[in-house]
C-alpha cells in the first residue's frame, strides 16, 4: 500500500474513534460543566475537551507512523489503533484527572467538614 494512502487512512481513523468518543462524552459533560461553570464557560470548556480528544491522538499517530513502502499495512494499521488508543486513554485521564480534581474533591472535602 502506498505510504501516504496508509498515513491517510491511519489518519482517517483516529477522527473516527475521537469522533465517536467526543459524541459518547458530548452530553455528560455538558451537564457536569454547566454545574461547574454557571456563567456560560462550560461550552468553552467542552470545545477544548473535544479538540484534546481529537488532537492528541492524531499526534500520536502522526508522529510513530512509518513512511516506509516495504511496511505491511496490516501491521501498520494496528500499530496505529494501539497509538491512537494510547491517545485516547491520555486524554480521558487528564479529563477525569481535572473534573476530579476540580469538582469531586472540594466536595468531598466539604462533606467531610459538615460531619
Excluded at 498515513?7 to 475521537?18: D, P
Excluded at 479538540?51 to 501491521?75: C, I, K, T
Excluded at 486513554?89 to 466536595?107: H, Q
Aim: net charge positive; charged share 10%; with cysteine.
Amino acid at each position: 500500500m502506498n505510504p501516504l494512502s496508509l498515513l491517510a487512512l491511519e489518519m482517517l481513523l483516529s477522527l473516527l474513534l475521537s469522533l465517536i468518543v467526543v459524541n459518547y462524552l458530548r452530553t455528560v459533560l455538558a451537564e457536569l460543566l454547566a454545574q461547574a461553570c454557571p456563567h456560560g464557560g462550560g461550552l468553552f470548556w467542552i470545545r477544548t475537551l473535544a479538540l484534546l480528544q481529537f488532537l492528541a491522538p492524531l499526534l500520536l499517530v502522526v508522529w510513530r507512523s512509518e513512511l516506509n513502502p516495504a511496511v505491511d499495512a496490516a501491521l501498520e494499521i494496528k500499530r496505529a489503533v494501539a497509538w491512537m488508543l494510547l491517545g485516547h486513554c491520555l486524554a480521558l485521564a487528564l479529563l477525569a484527572r481535572t473534573v476530579w480534581k476540580s469538582l469531586v474533591a472540594p466536595e468531598l472535602a466539604a462533606a467531610r467538614v459538615a460531619v
